[in-house]
């Protein structure tokens, strides 16, 4: 089955301690990225990659990190949480970059930074 | 001035009824527009694209007004399984981004 998996789907974590959010897709999309989702202000792009090794910030990158060795994953890291990071994660992939493709959305992550 | 702006609603229909969308956007150098669909807790998945001469999937229509610079999205015949919040997305040509509206969230009441 075509589809984008994210680990874990809920954390809770305190203050500082570092995290990383996985994400994989099985359909060799060349373009991955991360969003954010918050009330009032939808989603939001953290990063986005166009292919292996190949990353670019999105419109909120502070404070967060991501690395593309392998096609198929792109995780997302957190050096040092804060609680203004509480949110709603999605990962995604389209065939090539943004534009006229289909994005397909992982599940979501709920991350709860105390 | 947000790039991409809905009504956020909520929009409250009767089953069977006719329920319209609008969505603007800022940039005229927008390109690509689609609609998007999440479930309550769940990923947003495509609706459907919009074309510059409108498009019509089954009950769903979508159109594309360039001069006012807003897309629109026409439900016929409303079901309780149309109940979500839908997403207008437009894409800037030369960008590799992706922008979303905050959405529009739709009840259907039996």
């Known amino acids: 089955e075509a589809q984008v998996t994210q680990n874990p789907r809920y954390l809770i974590t305190v203050t500082g301690k570092k995290l990383t959010v996985t994400c994989s897709q099985n359909?060799?999309?060349?373009?991955m990225s991360w969003y954010r989702q918050d009330p009032g202000l939808g989603l939001r792009q953290i990063y986005y990659?166009?292919?292996?090794?190949?990353?670019d910030k999105g419109d909120v990158p502070e404070g967060y990190k991501v690395s593309r060795k392998e096609k198929r994953n792109f995780p997302l890291i957190l050096e040092s949480p804060s609680p203004n990071q509480t949110s709603l994660y999605f990962c995604?992939?389209?065939?090539?970059?943004?534009?006229?493709?289909?994005?397909?959305f992982g599940p979501g992550t709920r991350l709860t930074v105390t | 001035r947000k790039e991409v702006e809905q009504d956020p609603g909520p929009f409250n229909v009767p089953e069977g009824a006719t329920v319209a969308f609008n969505c603007t956007y800022s940039?005229?150098?927008?390109?690509?527009f689609f609609w998007y669909r999440q479930d309550c807790r769940k990923e947003p998945k495509l609706l459907m694209s919009?074309?510059?001469s409108g498009n019509e999937d089954g009950r769903f229509t979508a159109q594309l007004n360039r001069a006012s610079q807003y897309i629109s999205l026409l439900i016929r015949d409303s079901k309780l399984s149309d109940s979500a919040t839908y997403l207008c997305?437009?894409?800037?040509?030369?960008?590799?981004?992706?922008?979303f509206g905050t959405g529009t969230r739709l009840t259907i009441i039996p």
């Open positions: 990659s166009m292919n292996v090794e190949v990353t």
């Open positions: 997305v437009v894409n800037i040509v030369g960008n590799e981004k992706l922008t």
């Open positions: 995604a992939s389209s065939l090539y970059g943004q534009g006229a493709y289909e994005q397909y």
């Open positions: 919009v074309y510059s």
């Open positions: 940039n005229s150098a927008s390109q690509s």
């Open positions: 359909m060799n999309h060349e373009y």
